[in-house]
């Protein structure tokens, strides 16, 4: 939940880094029942619940405040599902914004994955296309990334599936943001495209800094001094609240990673960087390192405000690497 720097008004509630759809339609209302009164929730929030598309059924947001719902797709193509063992199939996927469109959900968001090993520009396009017919009002899409510690790694590692090569990762990205701009979509995030006036709102605090509060285990909060994070263990988690102690670790972050934070955020943002947000001192450090990229054009100042180009978005990492203060 996110809230006004200057005030205790919640703006948004995003409920997920999990799978809320799981819960039954009694807890969640339990949930936002008590969300609501111990905290001063704005009537216009912006109350955002994710959901797997196998999850979805009709009357399940009845009495509930969530106005907005964020769907976990991944792709149109079942053997890509397969592949990410989901449990939903590509019609699957269809019949649930359907239904959330009869529920009366006006403002949906997809997630859609690429680079999938295997997978050609024109799959890709494929799965764009699809999305396109839905109309949602919201789409983010990510590059597939074999993490560590993952299934998807083991495989990797076990060369049991290959990475798609870097020239044709960014031609998918490329595709993504002519075809999705072509449409109408603004590409107000690296990852995030937006019918006009649906931007979201929770990820966009976390882009400009904005305190939040979370909740359950392994949930992170932020109040611009401090930053934490509850315990992941939920067994651990539960038996210490019941004790009422809150079983988190807590980080103060002092000016040089208050700095970096905000590179590492507003850049990736179509807006980008505000550079009277900082103090002269660390306006100066950045701007002696921004020069050369830009004079590459990876970089440009308009106005007072720092941000990538599109050239620059394709190479974000090591830019923005190279403006931290280390």
Same mark, same amino acid.
């Given at each position: ?48 619940? &994710? ?42 996927? !269809? ?22 090993? &295997? ?46 090569? &870097? ?18 979509? &603004? ?66 972050? !002092? ?46 100042? !308009? ?24």
């Amino acid at each position: 939940m996110d809230m006004r720097p200057d005030s205790s008004l919640i703006q948004t509630i995003y409920l997920g880094g999990g799978t809320p759809s799981q819960l039954s339609h009694e807890n969640l209302l339990k949930l936002f029942t008590h969300i609501y009164e111990v905290y001063n929730v704005d009537r216009d929030a912006e109350v955002t619940m &994710e959901c797997n598309p196998d999850d979805i059924s009709m009357g399940m947001f009845d009495d509930l405040p969530v106005n907005r719902v964020s769907m976990g797709v991944q792709s149109f193509s079942d053997s890509r599902l397969k592949f990410l063992h989901r449990r939903h199939t590509a019609s699957e996927a !269809d019949r649930a914004f359907g239904m959330l469109r009869e529920q009366g959900i006006t403002n949906i968001s997809i997630d859609l994955m690429f680079g999938f090993p &295997e997978e050609t520009l024109s799959d890709w396009e494929s799965d764009i296309e699809h999305a396109l017919k839905l109309a949602p009002e919201h789409i983010s899409a990510y590059g597939l990334m074999y993490e560590e510690g993952t299934p998807l790694y083991q495989l990797l590692k076990q060369g049991k599936v290959g990475e798609i090569n &870097e020239e044709l990762s960014l031609a998918m990205y490329d595709a993504l943001i002519d075809r999705l701009t072509m449409a109408g979509y &603004e590409h107000y995030e690296i990852s995030n495209f937006c019918k006009q006036g649906y931007r979201s709102e929770h990820n966009s605090g976390y882009w400009r800094g904005v305190p939040y509060i979370g909740l359950g285990a392994a949930a992170h909060s932020y109040d611009i001094n401090t930053r934490s994070w509850n315990i992941a263990d939920i067994k651990t988690y539960i038996t210490e609240t019941m004790k009422g102690v809150l079983p988190c670790e807590v980080e103060v972050i !002092d000016d040089n990673t208050r700095y970096n934070d905000m590179v590492t955020t507003a850049l990736r943002t179509k807006e980008g960087l505000d550079l009277n947000s900082l103090t002269p001192a660390y306006r100066q450090f950045l701007m002696d390192n921004a020069k050369p990229y830009l004079k590459d054009g990876l970089l440009v100042l !308009d106005g007072h405000y720092l941000h990538l180009t599109r050239s620059g978005i394709m190479l974000s990492n090591t830019v923005m690497s190279d403006l931290l203060w280390v």
